[in-house]
């Protein structure tokens, strides 16, 4: 079955850098773009990077334009987020996204998430 493991997360000061990876499974991994996505608590999910299936395609919310980048590596199954420059507004759950088409019906499939918290 498809899963997507998040990892990566954690405290960070102000200006720090966190480097979020997702493992994929159970899909063909380079067939599918990928995004990543964040909440708040009481706030509704927002899309924060997306990347094409053979990473030819990116683009980022404006918030985080210049300070972070998304990648992957279709050898290994996975997706990375590179955040940099970060400020205590980027404290949020980030979730990695793989819209995955099976049987001709498009599935939306979720990581478990993984915490990151900037704060001094």
């Known amino acids: 079955q498809v899963q997507l493991v998040e990892s990566g997360g954690g405290l960070v000061q102000p200006g720090g850098s966190l480097r979020l990876s997702c493992e994929a499974s159970?899909?063909?991994?380079?067939?599918?773009?990928m995004t990543w996505n964040r909440q708040v608590p009481g706030q509704e999910r927002e899309l924060v990077a997306a990347i094409s299936a053979l990473g030819d395609h990116i683009n980022y919310v404006d918030s985080v334009k210049g300070r972070f980048t998304i990648s992957r590596d279709n050898s290994k199954n996975v997706v990375y987020l590179q955040m940099n420059s970060l400020k205590v507004e980027d404290t949020a759950v980030y979730y990695c996204?793989?819209?995955?088409?099976?049987?001709?019906?498009?599935?939306?499939?979720w990581g478990q998430g993984t915490q990151v918290t900037v704060s001094s």
């Open positions: 159970g899909f063909t991994f380079s067939n599918v773009a």
């Open positions: 996204n793989a819209p995955v088409w099976i049987g001709g019906r498009l599935y939306d499939y």
